[in-house]
C-alpha cells in the first residue's frame, strides 16, 4: 500500500474479539481466547483486542474466587498460552486479566508481542464491586512503543475519564486498546446507540488516536453485557463496529497507525493537542508522566 506522497504505508490489521468469558471457567476461558485469537490471525490480524477479566469472567461472589482465578503478569498460566500463541503467529495481543501481585489483586490489561511481556496496565477506575476485590491501578497510564506503534491501553471504566485518553495522547500514542466489559446505562432510549461508543468516538476525534474497544457479551450471575465493540480511527468515526449486541464476533479494521500523527492538523491552522492553553492549565494535567511526540 502506497500513500499519496508515494511512501509505503505501514497497514496493520486490528481485530478486536468480542467472547462470552465464564465466570470461574479458567482453563475453558484461556482455549476459548486462544481459538478466537488464532480465527483473528489466520483473518491476517497483528494487533488483537481481548475483553476485560477475559481470563476469568467479571462478577466475582467473594474474594477467595477472586483470588483462586488469578495469577502473576507475566508468569502465569493464562500469560503464558497467549505469549505462546503471540511468538507462534508473529501477534500483538491486548488482554484483560485478573493480575495476583503478592496479596494484592488488580484488574489488569497485558501487552504482549512475538518475543513477550511488552507491559502491563492497572485499572485505575474501579467500577461498582470491583472495589470489592482489586486495588485501584498504580502504574498511571503507559504507552507503549513497538514495530506497530505506539500502544496505550485502558480498561472499561477508565474511558469514561477524558483523562485517560489524553495522557495516552499527550505520550504519543497511536491506538489506545480497552479490554472492556460495558454494562447498561440506565436511561437510555430503545434504539439510541451506546454511549460508551458514543465516548469512544469523541475521544477518538478530541485526541486524534485511533481507539480499538473489545467488550463481551452474555449474562453472568444476573449481570448483563452489551456487546457492540468498536474500531474508531483518529477522526472519531468508526471503521469497525459496532458489533452484535448479544453474539460473539471478531471486527476487523485495517489501519495505518502512523495517520494519528502525522494527519493530526486539521487545517493550517489547528492542531488539536498543540492548541491546548497550557498556559492556563497544566500541560500533563498534572501527572508525573513524560510528554512524548504529538
Not at 226 to 231: R, V
Not at 255 to 280: F, G, I, S
Amino acid at each position: 500500500m502506497v500513500d499519496a506522497k508515494g511512501k509505503e504505508a505501514a497497514t496493520v490489521r486490528v481485530a478486536c474479539i468480542q467472547m462470552e468469558p465464564r465466570v470461574g471457567q479458567k482453563t475453558e476461558n484461556i482455549q476459548h481466547s486462544l481459538e478466537l485469537v488464532n480465527q483473528a490471525a489466520d483473518a491476517g490480524a497483528t494487533l488483537i483486542v481481548l475483553p476485560e477479566l477475559a481470563n476469568s469472567g467479571y462478577v466475582f461472589e467473594t474474594r477467595e474466587e477472586a483470588f483462586a482465578l488469578s495469577e502473576p503478569v507475566p508468569g502465569g498460566e493464562t500469560y503464558q498460552a497467549w505469549a505462546d500463541v503471540a511468538a507462534r503467529r508473529h501477534l500483538y495481543i491486548v488482554a484483560g486479566i485478573c493480575e495476583r501481585d503478592g496479596e494484592v489483586l488488580y484488574n489488569s490489561s497485558v501487552v504482549i508481542g512475538p518475543s513477550g511481556h511488552i507491559g502491563t496496565f492497572r485499572k485505575v477506575h474501579l467500577w461498582n464491586e470491583e472495589n470489592l476485590f482489586f486495588e485501584p491501578g498504580d502504574l498511571g497510564f503507559p504507552v507503549f512503543k513497538t514495530p506497530l506503534g505506539r500502544i496505550g491501553t485502558f480498561i472499561c471504566y477508565d474511558a469514561w475519564f477524558p483523562e485517560s485518553y489524553r495522557l495516552c495522547a499527550l505520550q504519543g500514542a497511536d491506538i489506545v486498546c480497552i479490554p472492556t466489559n460495558w454494562v447498561p446505562i440506565p436511561g437510555q432510549e430503545e434504539g439510541r446507540q451506546a454511549m460508551a461508543n458514543i465516548l469512544v468516538m469523541g475521544a477518538a476525534h478530541s485526541n486524534s488516536v485511533f481507539i480499538a474497544a473489545a467488550d463481551r457479551v452474555g449474562t453472568e450471575r444476573g449481570q448483563p453485557f452489551i456487546g457492540q465493540s468498536l474500531i474508531a480511527s483518529y477522526t472519531g468515526w468508526p471503521i469497525a463496529g459496532p458489533a452484535s449486541v448479544t453474539d460473539e464476533q471478531i471486527i476487523y479494521a485495517d489501519v495505518n497507525l502512523a495517520d494519528a500523527r502525522r494527519k493530526r492538523n486539521w487545517n493550517e491552522y489547528n492542531q488539536v493537542l498543540r492548541d491546548r492553553r497550557t498556559d492556563v492549565y497544566d500541560e500533563m494535567l498534572g501527572s508525573a508522566v513524560q510528554r512524548g511526540w504529538y
